[in-house]
C-alpha cells in the first residue's frame, strides 16, 4: 500500500511536470554522474567545502559533496553522531565515521560545552556514553552546576526499570506510572545523593520489583530519600524490603501504601520522617518500619551521615497504619530514638514469639520498639499486639510522655522457649513462674529497661489479657507528675523492678495527674 501511494505520487508530478524538494538532491547527482562538464565547473568553482551538522546528511548529500571535494580534497566537516536525531528522514549516521575513511583526515574534538550547566551534561555524558555507533569523547563544561535535572517517569510497562547513577541531586516525578520490573529493582538510585520522588497530583503510581533477586528493595537509594507529592505511590516488593535507603527517607503530603514485602516495609540508616500525608504497610515479612543506626559499609552507605541523628524515627504528622505478621516483627523498629510530635499513628502486631540462639532469649512482636528513648509530646497512638508475648511498646531507654494520647492494647498469651529452644504458648500465669527470664517472654503494654515519666497533659491507657499480661513495667523507676495513666491488667498493673544493669532505683513515685490501675 505504501509503495503503491509512493509510486502515484512521482507518476502524478512528472505527468504535470513538476517537481519535489527530494528532487533537488536526487536530479543534482544524475546532473553530476552523467554531465562530465557540469561537475568539474562546480568543483572548480567550489574549491573549498564546508559542510555544517554532518550527522543530519543523508546517502544522497554525502555523494553530493564527496564528488565536489574529489579534485581539491579541500572539505572541512563539523557534526557529532550523538546528535543524529533526524534518521526517520535518511539521515545517516554512518556518514561520519565513512568520512574517515574516505579522506586522510585529522579530527578535532570539541568537547567544551559553553552553552549548558555541569549537571546536563554530566547527565548527557552518562546517558550518551550508551550509544553504540559513536566516537568516543567527554563533554565537560566550566559553567556552574545549575539546577538540579528532572526525571519524569509515566506510562506502563512489565519490563523496564529506572536507573540513575551519578553526583548530583535529581527529582523523579511520578506522573501515572505501572512499571514491574522482572529482572531488579523497579527504581535504583545509586548516585548517593538527595533524591526528591513526587507522586504527581492526581495520579495514581504503581511499582513492583522482581521475585528471587539481589535488589535491596523495590525502590532503592544509596542516598537521602525524600518521598512526596499529592498522590498515590503503591509498592510492591517481592525479594527484600519494599522501600531501601542508605540514608534518611521523609514522607510528605502523598498516599504511600506498601502492600508487600519479603522484609521490612521500610528500611533506612540515618533517620525516618513522618511530615504528612497517608502512610499504610501490609503484607510484610519482617518490620513495618525500620531504622538502623549506620548502613552498609561495603556500598559506601555510611559515608556523609550525621551520627547525631542515626537510627532516630521522628513522627510529626499525617497517618500511619501499620499491619505485621511474622514472628517477633516490630511495627515501628529504631536502633536509635522514636520521638512522636503528632500525627495519628495505629500499629497492630500479630506474630508470636521465636527464640533467639544468638542472644539466648525469647523475643516477642511490638507494635513500637527503640533502642534508644521513646518521646511523645502530640498525636495519637493506637497500639494493638495479639500474637504470645507481644508489647505495645518495648525499648531498651527512656520512655516520656507530656502530651498526645498513648492507646495500648495486648491480648495474646505468654510465650516460652525449652532449654532446647522450642517454643510454646502458656495460658496459665503460674505456670510462668517455671521459667527463666530469658526463656519467656510475657505479653506487656509497655515495657521499657529505662525511666517511665508522664506528665503535663499526656493521656496513656493500656489494657493486657491473657496468660502473664502486665501493663506497665519499667526496670530503672516511674514517675507520674502529671497526665492520666490508666491501666487494665490480667498480672501487675504497674511495676518498676530494681536491676543494676540499668542503675535504677525500683521507685515508684505519683506526685500529680491521675492514675487508675487494676490487675
Known amino acids: 500500500m505504501g509503495i503503491s501511494i ?20 536526487l536530479k543534482t547527482l544524475e546532473l553530476f554522474y552523467h554531465s562530465t562538464s557540469t561537475l568539474e565547473y562546480y568543483q572548480s568553482k567550489f574549491r573549498y567545502i564546508h559542510v555544517d551538522e554532518f550527522q543530519d546528511t543523508n546517502l544522497v548529500q554525502y555523494k553530493i559533496v564527496r564528488l565536489l571535494a574529489d579534485k581539491w580534497k579541500n572539505i572541512f566537516v563539523v557534526g557529532d553522531e550523538d546528535q543524529c536525531i533526524y534518521c526517520w528522514r535518511g539521515a545517516n549516521i ?7 575513511k574516505d579522506y586522510p583526515c585529522k579530527i578535532y574534538k570539541l568537547e567544551q560545552n559553553y552553552r549548558s550547566t555541569k549537571e546536563i551534561i554530566k547527565t548527557a ?9 559513536r566516537i568516543d569523547k567527554t563533554l565537560f563544561t566550566e559553567n556552574e552546576d545549575g539546577d538540579e535535572i528532572t526525571y519524569t517517569l509515566s506510562g506502563t510497562t512489565a519490563d523496564g526499570g529506572f536507573f540513575l547513577s551519578g553526583e548530583y ?26 533524591i526528591q520522588l513526587s507522586a504527581m497530583r492526581g495520579t495514581v503510581n504503581s511499582l513492583t520489583d522482581a521475585s528471587g533477586g539481589s535488589q535491596k528493595g523495590c525502590i532503592y537509594s544509596k542516598g537521602q530519600l525524600q518521598i512526596q507529592g499529592n498522590g498515590v505511590l503503591n509498592v510492591t516488593g517481592n525479594t527484600k524490603h519494599a522501600i531501601k535507603s542508605g540514608d534518611y527517607i521523609s514522607v510528605k503530603n502523598l498516599t504511600l501504601n506498601i502492600t508487600k514485602a519479603v522484609g521490612d516495609g521500610i528500611s533506612c540508616n540515618e533517620y525516618f520522617l513522618m511530615e504528612s500525608g497517608l502512610l499504610t504497610i501490609s503484607g510484610v515479612g519482617d518490620d513495618g518500619i525500620q531504622c538502623d543506626l549506620d548502613g552498609d559499609s561495603s556500598t559506601g552507605e555510611t559515608v556523609g551521615h550525621e551520627d547525631e541523628d542515626s537510627g532516630n524515627i521522628y513522627l510529626q504528622g499525617g497517618a500511619i497504619d501499620i499491619s505485621v505478621t511474622a514472628d ?32 539466648m532469649k525469647t523475643k516477642a512482636a511490638s507494635c513500637i520498639d527503640a533502642d534508644g ?55 496459665s500465669s503460674q505456670q510462668l513462674d517455671r521459667y527463666d527470664s530469658d526463656y519467656k517472654s510475657s505479653p506487656k503494654g509497655i515495657k ?33 507528675t502529671g497526665g492520666q495513666l490508666t491501666v487494665d491488667a490480667t498480672d501487675d498493673a504497674i511495676n518498676a523492678s530494681y536491676e543494676t544493669s540499668t542503675g535504677g532505683t525500683g521507685d515508684i513515685s505519683i506526685s500529680g495527674g491521675m492514675v487508675y490501675a487494676r490487675s
Open 328 to 359: 517477633a516483627a516490630k511495627g515501628i523498629k529504631s536502633e536509635g530514638a522514636i520521638k512522636v510530635y503528632g500525627g495519628d499513628i495505629a500499629v497492630t502486631t500479630s506474630g508470636g514469639g521465636v527464640w533467639d540462639s544468638e542472644d
Open 6 to 25: 509512493f509510486f502515484f505520487f512521482f507518476m502524478i508530478l512528472y505527468r504535470q511536470d513538476k517537481r519535489g524538494v527530494h528532487d533537488l538532491l
Open 169 to 194: 541531586k535529581s527529582t523523579v516525578k511520578l506522573a501515572g506510572i505501572e512499571l514491574t520490573n522482572p529482572s531488579g529493582a523497579a527504581l535504583e538510585i545509586a548516585n548517593g545523593k538527595r
Open 125 to 133: 555524558n552518562r546517558l550518551i556514553k550508551n550509544n553504540l555507533a
Open 373 to 427: 528513648d521513646i518521646y511523645v509530646s502530640g498525636g495519637a497512638l493506637n497500639l494493638a499486639s495479639s500474637g504470645a508475648g507481644g508489647k505495645g511498646v518495648s525499648g531498651n531507654g527512656i520512655f516520656t510522655a507530656v502530651g498526645g494520647v498513648v492507646m495500648v492494647s495486648t491480648s495474646g498469651n505468654a510465650v516460652v522457649a525449652s532449654s532446647s529452644g522450642v517454643v510454646s504458648t502458656i495460658t
Open 94 to 100: 554512518e556518514n561520519i565515521k565513512n568520512f574517515t
Open 448 to 480: 521499657v529497661d529505662g525511666a517511665i515519666l508522664i506528665s503535663d497533659s499526656a493521656v496513656v491507657s493500656v489494657a493486657t489479657a491473657g496468660a502473664g499480661g502486665e501493663g506497665v513495667e519499667s526496670k530503672h523507676s516511674i514517675e507520674i
